[in-house]
């Protein structure tokens, strides 16, 4: 079974940066298509990026491309999303899966950016 941690968010300001990591136990990252996704207060649960197992591939969301960049650790077997240039629109629960989502989702992490 496989459990999904994820990190690194915060409070920030607009135009600020985070760093989320999400850790896998129970499956290898490198071996999946991996996701990170978002869910702001009121909406539905959106794609963000992701990374291809293969060639590590990335796609991203037109709301947040040229702002973010998804990467993956095999070492550590964590799946990481730099987040730059934030904005309020950003505010959300963010949570990584594979790609489309298959396994349980773990309990995200909240960002929060400030006008």
């Known amino acids: 079974q496989v459990q999904l941690v994820e990190s690194g968010g915060g409070l920030v300001q607009t135009g600020g940066s985070l760093r989320l990591s999400c850790a896998a136990s129970?499956?290898?990252?490198?071996?999946?298509?991996m996701g990170w996704y978002r869910q702001a207060p009121g909406k539905e649960r959106e794609f963000v990026a992701s990374i291809s197992r293969s060639i590590g591939r990335t796609y991203y969301a037109d709301s947040v491309k040229g702002r973010v960049t998804i990467s993956r650790d095999n070492r550590k077997n964590t799946v990481n999303l730099q987040m730059n240039s934030l904005k309020p629109e950003d505010t959300a629960i963010y949570y990584c899966n594979q790609r489309p989502a298959y396994w349980s989702w773990g309990q995200g992490t909240q960002v929060t950016v400030s006008s």
């Open positions: 129970g499956r290898s990252v490198s071996t999946y298509d």
